[in-house]
């Protein structure tokens, strides 16, 4: 890197089941392409399921796709054909990755997750940090605020030495008057010296858009898993003091189609759209929000103030901690109410309704919500470089 070229980035990101790490990653990437930074970015999920941000600016590189095989994490398969992944495939993943590498000759290589999540990609991810330091290049890892908390504390002891061997900077996007890593990470005391927080990667905040003015949005993010939400916020409409109101449902990209086909005649007062780009824009405009609890979700309902239901994903075998967790902290902050994945009813949505209606819009969000500028300001600083003016 000269004095007068711009400094590189690649960051590898590579999301499972939603879409939400990609949604993140990509505030994350645009805000460093604003900063200055030539930007590729490494994509190892399914591809065009959100849309992109400041394409222009961004580099995008596909690596050969792979997905969760399920809600439960059971496994990983290749998205194109929906066979678990073998050596052969993961052969062909490393090296178009040390290609990506060889080709962006970047001075950060930015790791979305691994290797507090992620860890099936190891055969990939630690040739790659090795690679890049060869190169020269430092490495930073980017983490939510709250984990999948692990009772096993040697597996937490692993994971932090990981960490501590390949990482210069380890970014937790979060405000820790909030939540800090420690809560769901215990060994988090042992990488104090690399932790930065960042705040929460919201959008900018927003003016209500001309949709959504006084409605009920209900959204499931990706969709995988938002089928039984769905269809409790159909059933519990009319129980609820805001039936007159129009419920506008937003279909995510991986919604089972069987919830699709559910929702092909929904009943008078429900719209069904895709997933709309404008989301935060029709949260400032409704007068509620029923969804889970996933990280970008939460962050685009701190920037609108909307009042909120929450109904956080805990999974099939109810060890996801990180959305109730979530929901629990933004309850207690009388910013949502919370209804647990497993109690979910009609009448138990329609009773958190009620309640959630009288919910004061709240602008003022309970942490730091410019966390993207904040990660790209922490890794230009690794560059020995200040932010622009």
């Known amino acids: 890197m000269?004095?007068?070229?711009?400094?590189?980035?690649?960051?590898?990101?590579?999301?499972?089941?939603g879409i939400g790490h990609r949604v993140r990653?990509?505030?994350i990437a645009c805000a460093c392409a604003e900063a200055g930074f030539e930007v590729t970015l490494l994509e190892g999920g399914v591809a065009g399921q959100v849309p992109d941000g400041e394409a222009d600016r961004l580099t995008r590189i596909q690596l050969p796709p792979a997905r969760a095989a399920d809600a439960a994490f059971s496994g990983v398969?290749?998205?194109?054909?929906?066979?678990?992944?073998?050596?052969?495939w993961r052969a062909r993943r490393a090296a178009a990755s040390l290609d990506a590498l060889r080709a962006a000759r970047p001075d950060i290589l930015l790791v979305e997750g691994f290797p507090f999540a992620r860890r099936a990609f190891r055969f990939e991810l630690l040739p790659l940090i090795a690679e890049a330091h060869r190169g020269g290049a430092k490495a930073a890892v980017s983490i939510r605020d709250i984990l999948v908390a692990r009772p096993d504390r040697l597996k937490t002891a692993e994971i932090a030495e990981v960490a501590r061997q390949n990482f210069d900077r380890i970014?937790?996007?979060?405000?820790?008057?909030?939540?800090?890593?420690?809560?769901?990470?215990?060994?988090?005391?042992?990488?104090?010296?690399?932790?930065?927080?960042?705040?929460?990667?919201?959008?900018?905040?927003?003016?209500?858009?001309?949709?959504?003015?006084?409605?009920?949005?209900?959204?499931?993010?990706?969709g995988a898993t938002g089928g039984a939400l769905i269809r409790a916020a159909v059933a519990a409409r009319p129980m609820t003091r805001l039936k007159d109101r129009v419920w506008r449902i937003l279909i995510g990209?991986?919604?089972?189609?069987?919830?699709?086909?559910?929702?092909e005649t929904p009943p008078p007062g429900i719209l069904v759209q895709p997933s709309r780009p404008d989301f935060p824009a029709l949260l400032a405009a409704a007068s509620l929000s029923i969804s889970q609890a996933g990280y970008n979700t939460v962050a685009d309902l701190a920037v609108t103030g909307c009042p909120s239901v929450l109904?956080?994903?805990?999974?099939?075998?109810?060890?996801?901690?990180?959305?109730?967790?979530?929901?629990?902290?933004?309850?207690?902050?009388?910013?949502?109410?919370?209804?647990?994945?497993?109690?979910?009813?009609?009448?138990?949505?329609?009773?958190?309704?009620?309640?959630?209606?009288?919910?004061?819009?709240?602008?003022?969000?309970?942490?730091?919500?410019?966390?993207?500028?904040?990660?790209?300001?922490?890794l230009l600083a690794m560059t020995g470089r200040k932010g622009p003016a």
Do not use: K, W
């Not at 010296?193 to 209900?218: C, F, H, K, L, W």
């Not at 959305?323 to 902290?329: F, I, S, V």
């Open 2 to 17: 000269t004095a007068r070229s711009a400094p590189r980035l690649l960051f590898h990101v590579q999301h499972m089941l």
């Open 25 to 27: 990653a990509e505030r």
């Open 77 to 88: 398969v290749d998205a194109d054909t929906g066979a678990p992944i073998d050596d052969a």
């Open 171 to 222: 970014l937790v996007h979060g405000d820790p008057t909030f939540a800090q890593l420690a809560d769901s990470f215990s060994a988090a005391p042992c990488l104090a010296d690399r932790v930065v927080y960042t705040g929460i990667v919201s959008p900018p905040p927003v003016a209500p858009g001309p949709d959504g003015q006084g409605e009920v949005i209900v959204s499931a993010g990706g």
């Open 253 to 263: 990209p991986n919604l089972p189609q069987e919830d699709r086909d559910f929702l």
């Open 311 to 378: 109904i956080p994903f805990a999974g099939p075998t109810g060890l996801e901690t990180e959305q109730p967790t979530r929901a629990r902290l933004l309850e207690r902050a009388g910013r949502a109410v919370s209804v647990p994945e497993a109690q979910l009813s009609p009448e138990r949505l329609a009773r958190a309704v009620d309640l959630a209606a009288d919910l004061p819009r709240r602008p003022d969000a309970p942490y730091r919500t410019d966390g993207a500028r904040r990660s790209a300001e922490a």
